[in-house]
């Protein structure tokens, strides 16, 4: 199911690096994520429930300049 906040995620396995970018245009990279989180994000039936519970607080991240 479409995301209404979340556009786009992507993931730098090498760097294990998670990459959110939102429907209102703002970039997010998480650092230091693991694959598996990465893939029960992708499946997740609600992302913005998964990001909220899963990965904001719990991972340090950067929010890119638009």
């Known amino acids: 199911m ?4 979340i556009e786009h ?3 730098d ?4 690096e998670l990459h ?3 429907v209102g245009g703002g ?6 994520v693991p694959k598996p989180v990465y893939e029960a994000f992708r499946v997740a039936p609600s ?3 998964f990001l909220n519970n899963f990965i904001k607080n719990r991972y340090d991240f ?3 300049a638009a």
């Open 62 to 64: 950067r929010r890119h």
């Open 20 to 22: 959110v970018k939102f």
């Open 9 to 11: 995620i992507s993931y």
């Open 2 to 5: 479409p995301s209404t906040a």
């Open 13 to 16: 396995e090498a760097a294990h």
């Open 47 to 49: 992302k913005g429930q």
């Open 27 to 32: 970039t997010y990279t998480y650092y230091d």
